[in-house]
């Protein structure tokens, strides 16, 4: 009775272990810079770090479930982030933040940086390695999330761009900041975008999570219609996967602001893929965040700037849209439609709660506060 | 030691912070603060009276960051999280190390509640006791850039002076360096414009040697801005050279101090440098030293690329080239038998006035001595 006992408890721990990821181990990861922080559904916290090189994924033991639907509202949050750091509000500077889907705790990405700040095109990773990581719960208290000793696994990327490559016109700044621009976790597999040493820069990984060797690397190719050329240099800023008329999609946006969709079945690895520009947003902008959420259960797609309007587009006008931009558009403006909303000065932006989106948005009177836009106002 | 009762904290954060204010000067000693720049915790604030027994107590429940920071905490400002970082235990005192390097320019609210650590304890305490202060760490004195030599170190200039070089201990920031650096006339005023404004300065590579050039066109005689604006600086004045403490080095931190140097104006040096007037005299041990007394003050900085010794083979030997002071120069260099040598002086070199072997600066273009050759001296070594 006893062995049958054992042999039980083995086999539950066991599968325990293997739900979550059997390749993590007990430790403190190696992380140069928090670059891009992705949750996936089983509350995962997925780090890209452009300077080490690499995917990490880790499990901060944070999955006691929320069903939390109020909106939250901090509305000094680099005062409190100043604090927290031991510095003047001045000199902080948020990189990313993703929430929890399970505990709606929010991870923000955080660095003492922004001092260094001197052009509207430098991102805050051009300037710092984000070097903690904060956590915020629901209802707003603060705390830092320790990444010492904690069950994580991690995968290297290949090839990413060599970190002594100067920027071409942002003084001081090496790509290797653009390593990793973003990544979205779906069905298995993590996606990476970000920039290569190959001749076509512009790079897209995808690794199956568990994590093993298998990560497939991509160029990729777009025709940018504000620049009347197909380019290959710049990495995508911001994208999300989304299935369009029954084929797995990544739409991704970038500098500029085209937006493309990518067929994921193209993602074989070691091709070069071409992307089919289906919008074209406005120039003199880069594309900050993406995010998806539903509106009387209709899907949208929300994506924040940092000189545009917060812009609303609806994905079945994308998967409507039978054209392709490959001729320089007049007036910066082409494809499908977006809808402008105000929300002048929003940067990061996450799905919160069933009726919230929780977005950072810098105010006129400088402050930086974090957010909830109502999902309910929130429709073209 | 001051002991504030909990009763007086109530009424708000405002009241908090008015309070902590008038206390300061009386609870100075239940906290202290230290920066240790160097060190991988930065700086910590360490409580030292809090009893042994207690101490013990503590260290037995090995607290979490929260837990620590529900009795003893330190923030920025009353409103804000504590500030990050760890707490432990160091020889039977409680220290807080911040994550991040302290601000110097931050004042730190540092609060220790003793009904609070009794709450988490669960236990009683005979305490009763909140203390509270507000502590800063100094900067740490290596971070401070300071001045460590300005050249050409003289107190009598020629007035027809072309250069200073301000050398600095540490890189310095981007700030306009010429909104911290001045000459002064005797009575105090200010000169207009003395030097060439160059963006962001004359700077070596890791930004720790300023070039100041007095402005060419006042210096040189007869031309545009010399006959409108006049001389820089007029022979049998004096003048004084002040930087100011307040430019801040790349670090962030100010100067360490001010610096001051008086400035006497001689005649202007207006001929080209002769060598034929300079005084050699060559020793040599384990390496050899050759003295050299100038007839100009030498641009130090330029000087040190334009002196080179070689053998009578012509292989150009490895020297090092020192200044005593500005009209006296010793090269060191490393013996290979020869017992006489060349001294070799690169048509480029400059005075103090930016005469150089050739011509005088004033002259340039018009009186030209035409190099004949390689300009070289040569010199016995003395064992």
Known sequence: MQRTISVFTLVFFALITLAKDPGMKKGTPDIVSLSVLEFNKDGILFIGDSKGGAIYAVDLDDDKASSNDKPLNILDLEDKLAGMLGTTVDNIMVHDMAINPISQNIYLSVSRGRAKWSSKWETPNDLMDADVLIKVSPTGEMSEASLENVEYSSVTIPNPIDASIQHRWKKGATLRSDAITDIAFDDGKVYVTGLSNEEFRSAMWTAPYPFSKDISANTLEIFHGAHGKWETAAPVRAFLPYELNNQKQLLAAYLCTPLVTINAENLKEGQHVKGRTVAEFGAGNFPIDMVLYQNKGKDYILMSNSALPLLLFDPEDVANYNGEITEEVQGYLAGVKYTPRSGSGVQQLADFNSKYILATQRLPNGKLVLTSLSKEWLYP | MKRIPLKNLKGGTFGLLCFLFSLNTFAQSFFSAETLPQSKTYGTVTTRL???????????????????????????????????????????????????????????????????????????????????????????????????????????????????????????????????????????????????????????????????????????????????????????????????????????????????????????????????????????????????????????????????????????????????????????????????????????????????????????????????GEIMLTFKIQK
């Open chain 2, 50 to 372: 809090v009893p042994e027994d207690i101490v013990k107590l503590i260290e037995d429940h090995n607290f979490t960051f929260d837990e620590w920071t529900s009795f003893y905490q330190i923030r920025t400002n009353p409103n804000s999280p504590p500030v990050i970082g760890e707490y432990k235990i160091v020889d039977n005192h409680l220290a807080f190390s911040p994550k991040f390097l302290p601000d110097p320019k931050i004042q730190y609210i540092v609060t220790f509640s003793y009904p609070q650590l009794a709450q988490i304890l669960s236990s009683t305490i005979s305490e009763q006791a909140v203390y509270s202060d507000i502590v800063s760490f100094k900067p740490p004195e290596t971070t401070r850039p300071e001045i460590v030599s300005v050249i050409p170190n003289l107190e009598i200039v020629p007035a027809n002076l072309l250069r200073f070089y301000v050398y600095f201990s540490a890189p310095m920031g981007i700030e306009n360096p010429y909104d911290f650096i001045k000459i002064e006339d005797k009575d105090g005023k200010t000169l207009v414009d003395p030097f060439v404004i160059v963006p962001e300065g004359l700077w070596n590579i890791d930004r720790t040697r300023l070039t100041l050039l007095l402005h060419p066109g006042r210096v040189k005689q007869g031309i545009g801005p010399n006959m409108t604006e006049g001389d820089i600086l007029r022979a049998g004045n004096e003048y004084t050279l002040k930087i100011n403490s307040e430019w801040k080095g790349a670090s962030g931190e100010p100067l360490k101090e001010s610096f001051s140097r008086k400035i006497n104006a001689s005649n202007p040096l207006r001929k080209a440098i002769n060598v034929n007037l300079w005084a050699l005299k060559a020793e040599q041990n384990q390496i050899g030293i050759l003295t050299i007394i100038t007839d100009h003050p030498l641009d130090q900085p330029l000087a040190k690329r334009m002196l080179y010794i070689r053998n009578r083979e012509g292989k150009i030997l490895p020297s090092q080239v020192e200044f005593t002071s500005p009209e006296e120069v010793k090269i060191l260099w490393r013996p290979d038998g020869s017992t006489e040598l060349e001294l070799h002086i690169d048509h480029r070199l400059e005075d103090v006035c930016g005469n150089t072997p050739l011509y005088a600066f004033d002259l340039e273009g018009n009186t030209r001595n035409e190099a004949s």
